[in-house]
Protein backbone atom coordinates (compact mmCIF):
# COMPACT_ATOMS: atom_id res chain seq x y z
CA UNK A 1 0.00 0.00 0.00
CA UNK A 2 3.11 2.49 0.82
CA UNK A 3 4.03 1.51 -2.97
CA UNK A 4 0.84 2.79 -4.92
CA UNK A 5 0.82 5.81 -2.42
CA UNK A 6 3.87 7.12 -3.60
CA UNK A 7 3.16 6.48 -7.27
CA UNK A 8 0.53 8.60 -6.62
CA UNK A 9 2.17 10.96 -5.21
CA UNK A 10 4.20 10.98 -8.10
CA UNK A 11 1.64 10.98 -10.71
CA UNK A 12 0.54 14.37 -8.74
CA UNK A 13 3.79 15.66 -9.00
CA UNK A 14 4.07 15.12 -12.70
CA UNK A 15 0.88 16.84 -13.62
CA UNK A 16 1.46 19.77 -11.54
CA UNK A 17 4.61 19.97 -13.29
CA UNK A 18 2.68 19.90 -16.65
CA UNK A 19 0.08 22.34 -15.47
CA UNK A 20 2.67 24.91 -14.30
CA UNK A 21 5.08 24.76 -17.46
CA UNK A 22 1.74 25.29 -19.59
CA UNK A 23 0.79 27.98 -17.50
CA UNK A 24 4.76 29.15 -17.72
CA UNK A 25 4.33 29.09 -21.52
CA UNK A 26 1.08 30.66 -21.48
CA UNK A 27 2.35 33.41 -19.59
CA UNK A 28 5.37 34.03 -21.89
CA UNK A 29 3.50 34.12 -24.40
CA UNK A 30 1.44 36.94 -23.46
CA UNK A 31 4.38 39.15 -22.07
CA UNK A 32 6.09 38.75 -25.27
CA UNK A 33 2.44 39.97 -27.21
CA UNK A 34 2.15 42.82 -24.51
CA UNK A 35 6.09 44.07 -24.84
CA UNK A 36 5.87 44.17 -28.47
CA UNK A 37 2.49 46.05 -28.50
CA UNK A 38 3.86 48.35 -25.84
CA UNK A 39 6.63 49.99 -28.13
CA UNK A 40 4.73 52.63 -29.63
CA UNK A 41 6.85 55.20 -31.32
CA UNK A 42 6.82 57.50 -28.77
CA UNK A 43 7.69 55.16 -26.19
CA UNK A 44 11.21 54.37 -28.19
CA UNK A 45 11.65 58.19 -28.18
CA UNK A 46 11.33 58.58 -24.95
CA UNK A 47 13.82 55.55 -24.11
CA UNK A 48 16.30 56.47 -26.51
CA UNK A 49 16.01 60.10 -25.30
CA UNK A 50 16.58 59.07 -21.93
CA UNK A 51 19.27 56.08 -22.88
CA UNK A 52 21.39 59.12 -25.00
CA UNK A 53 20.84 61.74 -21.98
CA UNK A 54 22.36 58.43 -19.13
CA UNK A 55 25.07 57.53 -21.53
CA UNK A 56 25.82 61.44 -22.27
CA UNK A 57 26.12 62.13 -18.29
CA UNK A 58 28.40 58.51 -18.02
CA UNK A 59 30.33 59.50 -20.23
CA UNK A 60 31.67 55.54 -20.30
CA UNK A 61 33.91 56.74 -23.59
CA UNK A 62 35.82 59.38 -21.63
CA UNK A 63 36.99 56.28 -18.93
CA UNK A 64 38.40 54.47 -21.38
CA UNK A 65 39.95 57.45 -22.89
CA UNK A 66 43.77 55.69 -22.28
CA UNK A 67 42.38 53.36 -25.60
CA UNK A 68 43.72 56.17 -28.65
CA UNK A 69 41.23 56.03 -31.95
CA UNK A 70 43.72 53.96 -33.89
CA UNK A 71 43.73 51.05 -31.29
CA UNK A 72 39.42 51.10 -31.77
CA UNK A 73 40.00 51.40 -35.62
CA UNK A 74 42.74 48.43 -35.63
CA UNK A 75 40.16 46.40 -33.20
CA UNK A 76 37.46 46.89 -35.82
CA UNK A 77 39.30 45.99 -38.80
CA UNK A 78 40.41 42.87 -37.02
CA UNK A 79 36.79 42.10 -36.00
CA UNK A 80 35.70 42.22 -39.58
CA UNK A 81 38.55 40.29 -40.84
CA UNK A 82 37.17 37.79 -38.19
CA UNK A 83 33.66 37.83 -39.18
CA UNK A 84 34.69 37.87 -43.14
CA UNK A 85 36.36 34.38 -42.48
CA UNK A 86 33.70 33.04 -40.94
CA UNK A 87 31.93 33.68 -43.91
CA UNK A 88 34.15 32.48 -46.22
CA UNK A 89 34.30 29.11 -44.21
CA UNK A 90 30.69 28.88 -44.46
CA UNK A 91 30.23 29.88 -48.46
CA UNK A 92 32.93 26.90 -48.69
CA UNK A 93 31.63 24.50 -46.52
CA UNK A 94 28.22 24.94 -48.47
CA UNK A 95 29.86 24.77 -51.78
CA UNK A 96 31.38 21.55 -50.96
CA UNK A 97 27.90 20.17 -50.10
CA UNK A 98 26.70 21.28 -53.50
CA UNK A 99 29.43 19.71 -55.61
CA UNK A 100 29.39 16.13 -53.66
CA UNK A 101 25.44 17.05 -54.61
CA UNK A 102 26.30 17.71 -58.33
CA UNK A 103 28.82 14.80 -58.57
CA UNK A 104 25.87 12.25 -57.37
CA UNK A 105 23.43 13.84 -59.95
CA UNK A 106 25.99 13.73 -62.55
CA UNK A 107 26.70 9.60 -61.74
CA UNK A 108 22.92 9.06 -61.65
CA UNK A 109 22.67 10.35 -64.77
CA UNK A 110 26.10 8.69 -66.46
CA UNK A 111 24.43 5.13 -65.21
CA UNK A 112 20.81 6.42 -66.47
CA UNK A 113 22.60 6.88 -69.87
CA UNK A 114 24.37 3.87 -69.69
CA UNK A 115 21.39 1.65 -68.43
CA UNK A 116 19.27 3.54 -71.80
CA UNK A 117 22.49 2.73 -74.45
CA UNK A 118 22.71 -0.68 -73.24
CA UNK A 119 19.05 -1.36 -73.59
CA UNK A 120 18.54 -2.10 -70.26
CA UNK A 121 15.07 -3.54 -68.71
CA UNK A 122 14.62 -1.52 -65.68
CA UNK A 123 14.57 1.71 -67.61
CA UNK A 124 11.41 3.06 -68.77
CA UNK A 125 11.32 5.78 -71.77
CA UNK A 126 7.74 6.04 -72.59
CA UNK A 127 6.24 8.78 -74.94
CA UNK A 128 5.27 10.77 -72.63
CA UNK A 129 8.45 11.02 -70.85
CA UNK A 130 9.95 14.71 -71.84
CA UNK A 131 13.42 14.70 -73.57
CA UNK A 132 15.33 17.76 -73.20
CA UNK A 133 17.57 19.19 -75.78
CA UNK A 134 20.48 22.23 -75.67
CA UNK A 135 19.15 25.19 -77.22
CA UNK A 136 21.93 26.25 -79.88
CA UNK A 137 21.22 29.69 -78.59
CA UNK A 138 23.99 29.68 -76.40
CA UNK A 139 26.32 28.36 -78.45
CA UNK A 140 26.11 30.96 -81.63
CA UNK A 141 28.70 33.94 -81.12
CA UNK A 142 27.19 37.39 -79.89
CA UNK A 143 27.12 39.91 -82.10
CA UNK A 144 29.74 42.60 -82.22
CA UNK A 145 29.23 46.25 -81.11
CA UNK A 146 28.08 48.79 -83.70
CA UNK A 147 28.54 51.95 -81.38
CA UNK A 148 29.43 53.21 -77.99
CA UNK A 149 27.17 51.10 -75.13
CA UNK A 150 24.45 53.42 -73.48
CA UNK A 151 24.97 55.05 -69.81
CA UNK A 152 22.83 52.39 -68.48
CA UNK A 153 24.64 49.68 -69.85
CA UNK A 154 28.38 51.15 -69.62
CA UNK A 155 28.14 50.21 -65.63
CA UNK A 156 27.18 46.51 -66.27
CA UNK A 157 28.63 43.81 -67.49
CA UNK A 158 27.03 44.28 -70.86
CA UNK A 159 29.51 47.14 -71.74
CA UNK A 160 32.98 44.34 -70.67
CA UNK A 161 32.41 42.71 -74.56
Not at 17 to 32: D, G, H, P
Not at 105 to 117: D, P, W
Not at 124 to 132: Q, Y
Amino acid sequence: MRFERLRDEVVMAERRVETRMLRAQTNWRVLKTVWRESWTPARILAVGLAGGFLFGRARPLKKMGTVSPTRWIQLATSLSGLIATFRAKQAAESAEVAAADAGQAAAEAEETVEAVATGAPDVELTPDTPVRTVSDARRRPEAPWTGEPRPAEAATELSER
